[in-house]
């Protein structure tokens, strides 16, 4: 049963006593959600977190460009010199200190893990300096926060949240019929007001009820338009960096249908169709699916899925209940099932098992030392580059659906041989007594395999202490939980 340590979480560290009952300990975990681990002083809200963003994004598009307008160079160094005054290369390292601290250092690595899974749910992709900013506080905020409330307030809160707002493009979805539309200055600017299809595109096919419910285009263009007027407020000095609220002006009038459902014009229609489309049949199949292929294999079977739907329904959408099922699930068929582990995962799992969480994330201590004006240290940007380098960085996503957790999407050669690259960069976040101790890796073995003996066969092999960490690391028994 110590593969179960694996799979819902990230192993156990070095001599760690195994919790005699390993179903109560995961699900207890989900309960509930406590403090951050992360006590470092740079932990500020997602809105906290826009003032920062504001400073890039219009310092950058106005003041100066204009200034270096003539001068190229001059624009590149002013522009890298802003970078370091808001801590754009700063913020993603910080973040991933939190959500790393979570996973490995905290009590609670089971509800760190699917955490992880919701933030990959709700991707907000790589675009307008979002993953700099905003993505890691949005994280924190609008997901992990909603972990011990039911599914539909989760994602409402995710799909009126700044960041996704932005990400999807809500800003820029007008009523065509809207009392803005009808104004003096759009016609003179050229600027008429439009449906933008895209947020309300994703919510229906990403978020909740995915295409299995049947929906048609009709029905995305009728959701695009209760999602009319949801968008920041805009001024000329402020960028786009207000609260999100719901502008009338903006709103397409008159009575719309999803899924043969009459929704009246409105901001409470928004929430009303979220809740029926989280409340719908192919919602709870899609993430109940969701969950078990995350959790224990890639293709689930619908014995698998039936007691996360099950929770589901008796409970309303509670995620704790939801969370415990699908951890059930896991512990039923983990002598089973085998379920490869994505580059983030997996390098937790290198750090947790190998015991070097004192070195990996970057300390408290370390990252309070951070000024603003200076670029950070290549310490405090190793997770950055880390994350991007093996193809799995949280905040950087290239598509709206986020990472595959599909096996034959991670085992490209190159990707194979970047783990073997940072299996050994893991070997030296030791240490130096921990390097040059010739029992860890037994050790490590013994405390995380039911077939310890097989596993030292093969690592005893080896002619290093680094060659071990490599070998074990990429091991099938390792990269599969």
């Known amino acids: ?57 219009v310092e950058e598009n106005t003041t100066l460009r204009k200034k270096y307008k003539n001068d190229p160079e001059g624009f590149r160094r002013a522009e890298e010199q802003l970078r370091n005054d808001t801590g754009q290369r700063y913020w993603p390292n910080n973040e991933i200190c939190i959500r790393h601290a979570e996973g490995i250092r905290s009590d609670n690595p089971v509800l760190a893990k699917l955490w992880y899974f919701w933030t990959n749910h709700f991707t907000i992709s790589d675009t307008q300096s979002l993953a700099e900013f905003s993505t890691g506080a949005y994280h924190r905020d609008f997901i992990r926060a909603n972990m011990d409330k039911n599914f539909e307030t989760m994602a409402i809160e995710a799909t009126v949240a700044w960041p996704m707002i932005m990400h999807l493009d809500n800003k820029d979805n007008e009523g065509p019929k809207s009392q803005s ?52 407020k805009w001024t000329k000095n402020k960028d786009m960096g207000h609260d999100v609220t ?93 379920k490869f582990q994505n580059p983030e995962n997996w390098w937790l799992t290198t750090i947790n098992m190998s015991g070097s ?72 976040q030791y240490k130096v007594k921990d390097q040059i101790d010739d029992t860890i890796h037994e050790r490590i073995i013994r405390t995380n395999f039911d077939n310890p003996d097989k596993i030292l066969k093969i690592v005893s092999k080896a002619k290093t202490n680094e060659e071990k960490h490599m070998i074990l690391f990429n091991l099938p028994e390792v990269l599969k939980a």
């Open 181 to 232: 539309a009808k104004e003096e200055w759009r016609r003179r600017e050229k600027r008429p007001a439009t449906l933008n299809e895209n947020h309300a595109r994703e919510l229906m096919e990403l978020h909740t009820i995915s295409p299995d419910a049947g929906y048609n285009q009709k029905d995305v263009e009728e959701l695009a338009k209760i999602m009319t007027g949801w968008r920041p």
């Open 1 to 57: 049963m110590k593969n179960f340590f694996r799979k819902v979480a990230f192993g156990l560290k070095p001599d760690e006593k195994a919790p005699s009952d390993p179903l109560v300990w995961a699900q207890k975990q989900v309960e509930s959600i406590p403090e951050f681990n992360w006590k470092g002083k740079h932990i500020y809200s997602e809105k906290e977190m826009r003032k920062y963003w504001i400073t890039q994004r």
């Open 246 to 338: 719901f502008f009338s002006d903006r709103h397409e009038p008159g009575k719309k249908y999803v899924l043969g459902k009459e929704y009246k014009k409105g901001r409470k229609s928004l929430k009303t169709v979220i809740k029926d489309l989280a409340n719908h049949p192919s919602c709870r199949e899609f993430i109940a699916t969701k969950l078990c292929r995350y959790l224990i294999t890639d293709y689930p079977t619908p014995e698998m899925i039936a007691p996360v739907i099950k929770a589901w329904e008796q409970s309303d959408g509670y995620l704790p209940e939801v969370h415990k099922a699908a951890i059930k699930v896991a512990f039923e068929y983990n002598d089973k099932y085998r």
């Open 357 to 428: 969480t004192d070195k990996y994330p970057v300390s408290e201590y370390n990252m309070n030392k951070f000024v603003f004006g200076f670029k950070p240290s290549q310490e405090m940007r190793f997770p950055d580059w880390l994350l991007e380098d093996i193809g799995c960085h949280p905040y950087k996503q290239k598509q709206p659906n986020g990472y595959s957790d599909l096996e034959k999407d991670w085992l490209s050669t190159e990707l194979v041989i970047r783990r073997l690259i940072y299996a050994k960069k893991a070997f030296h």
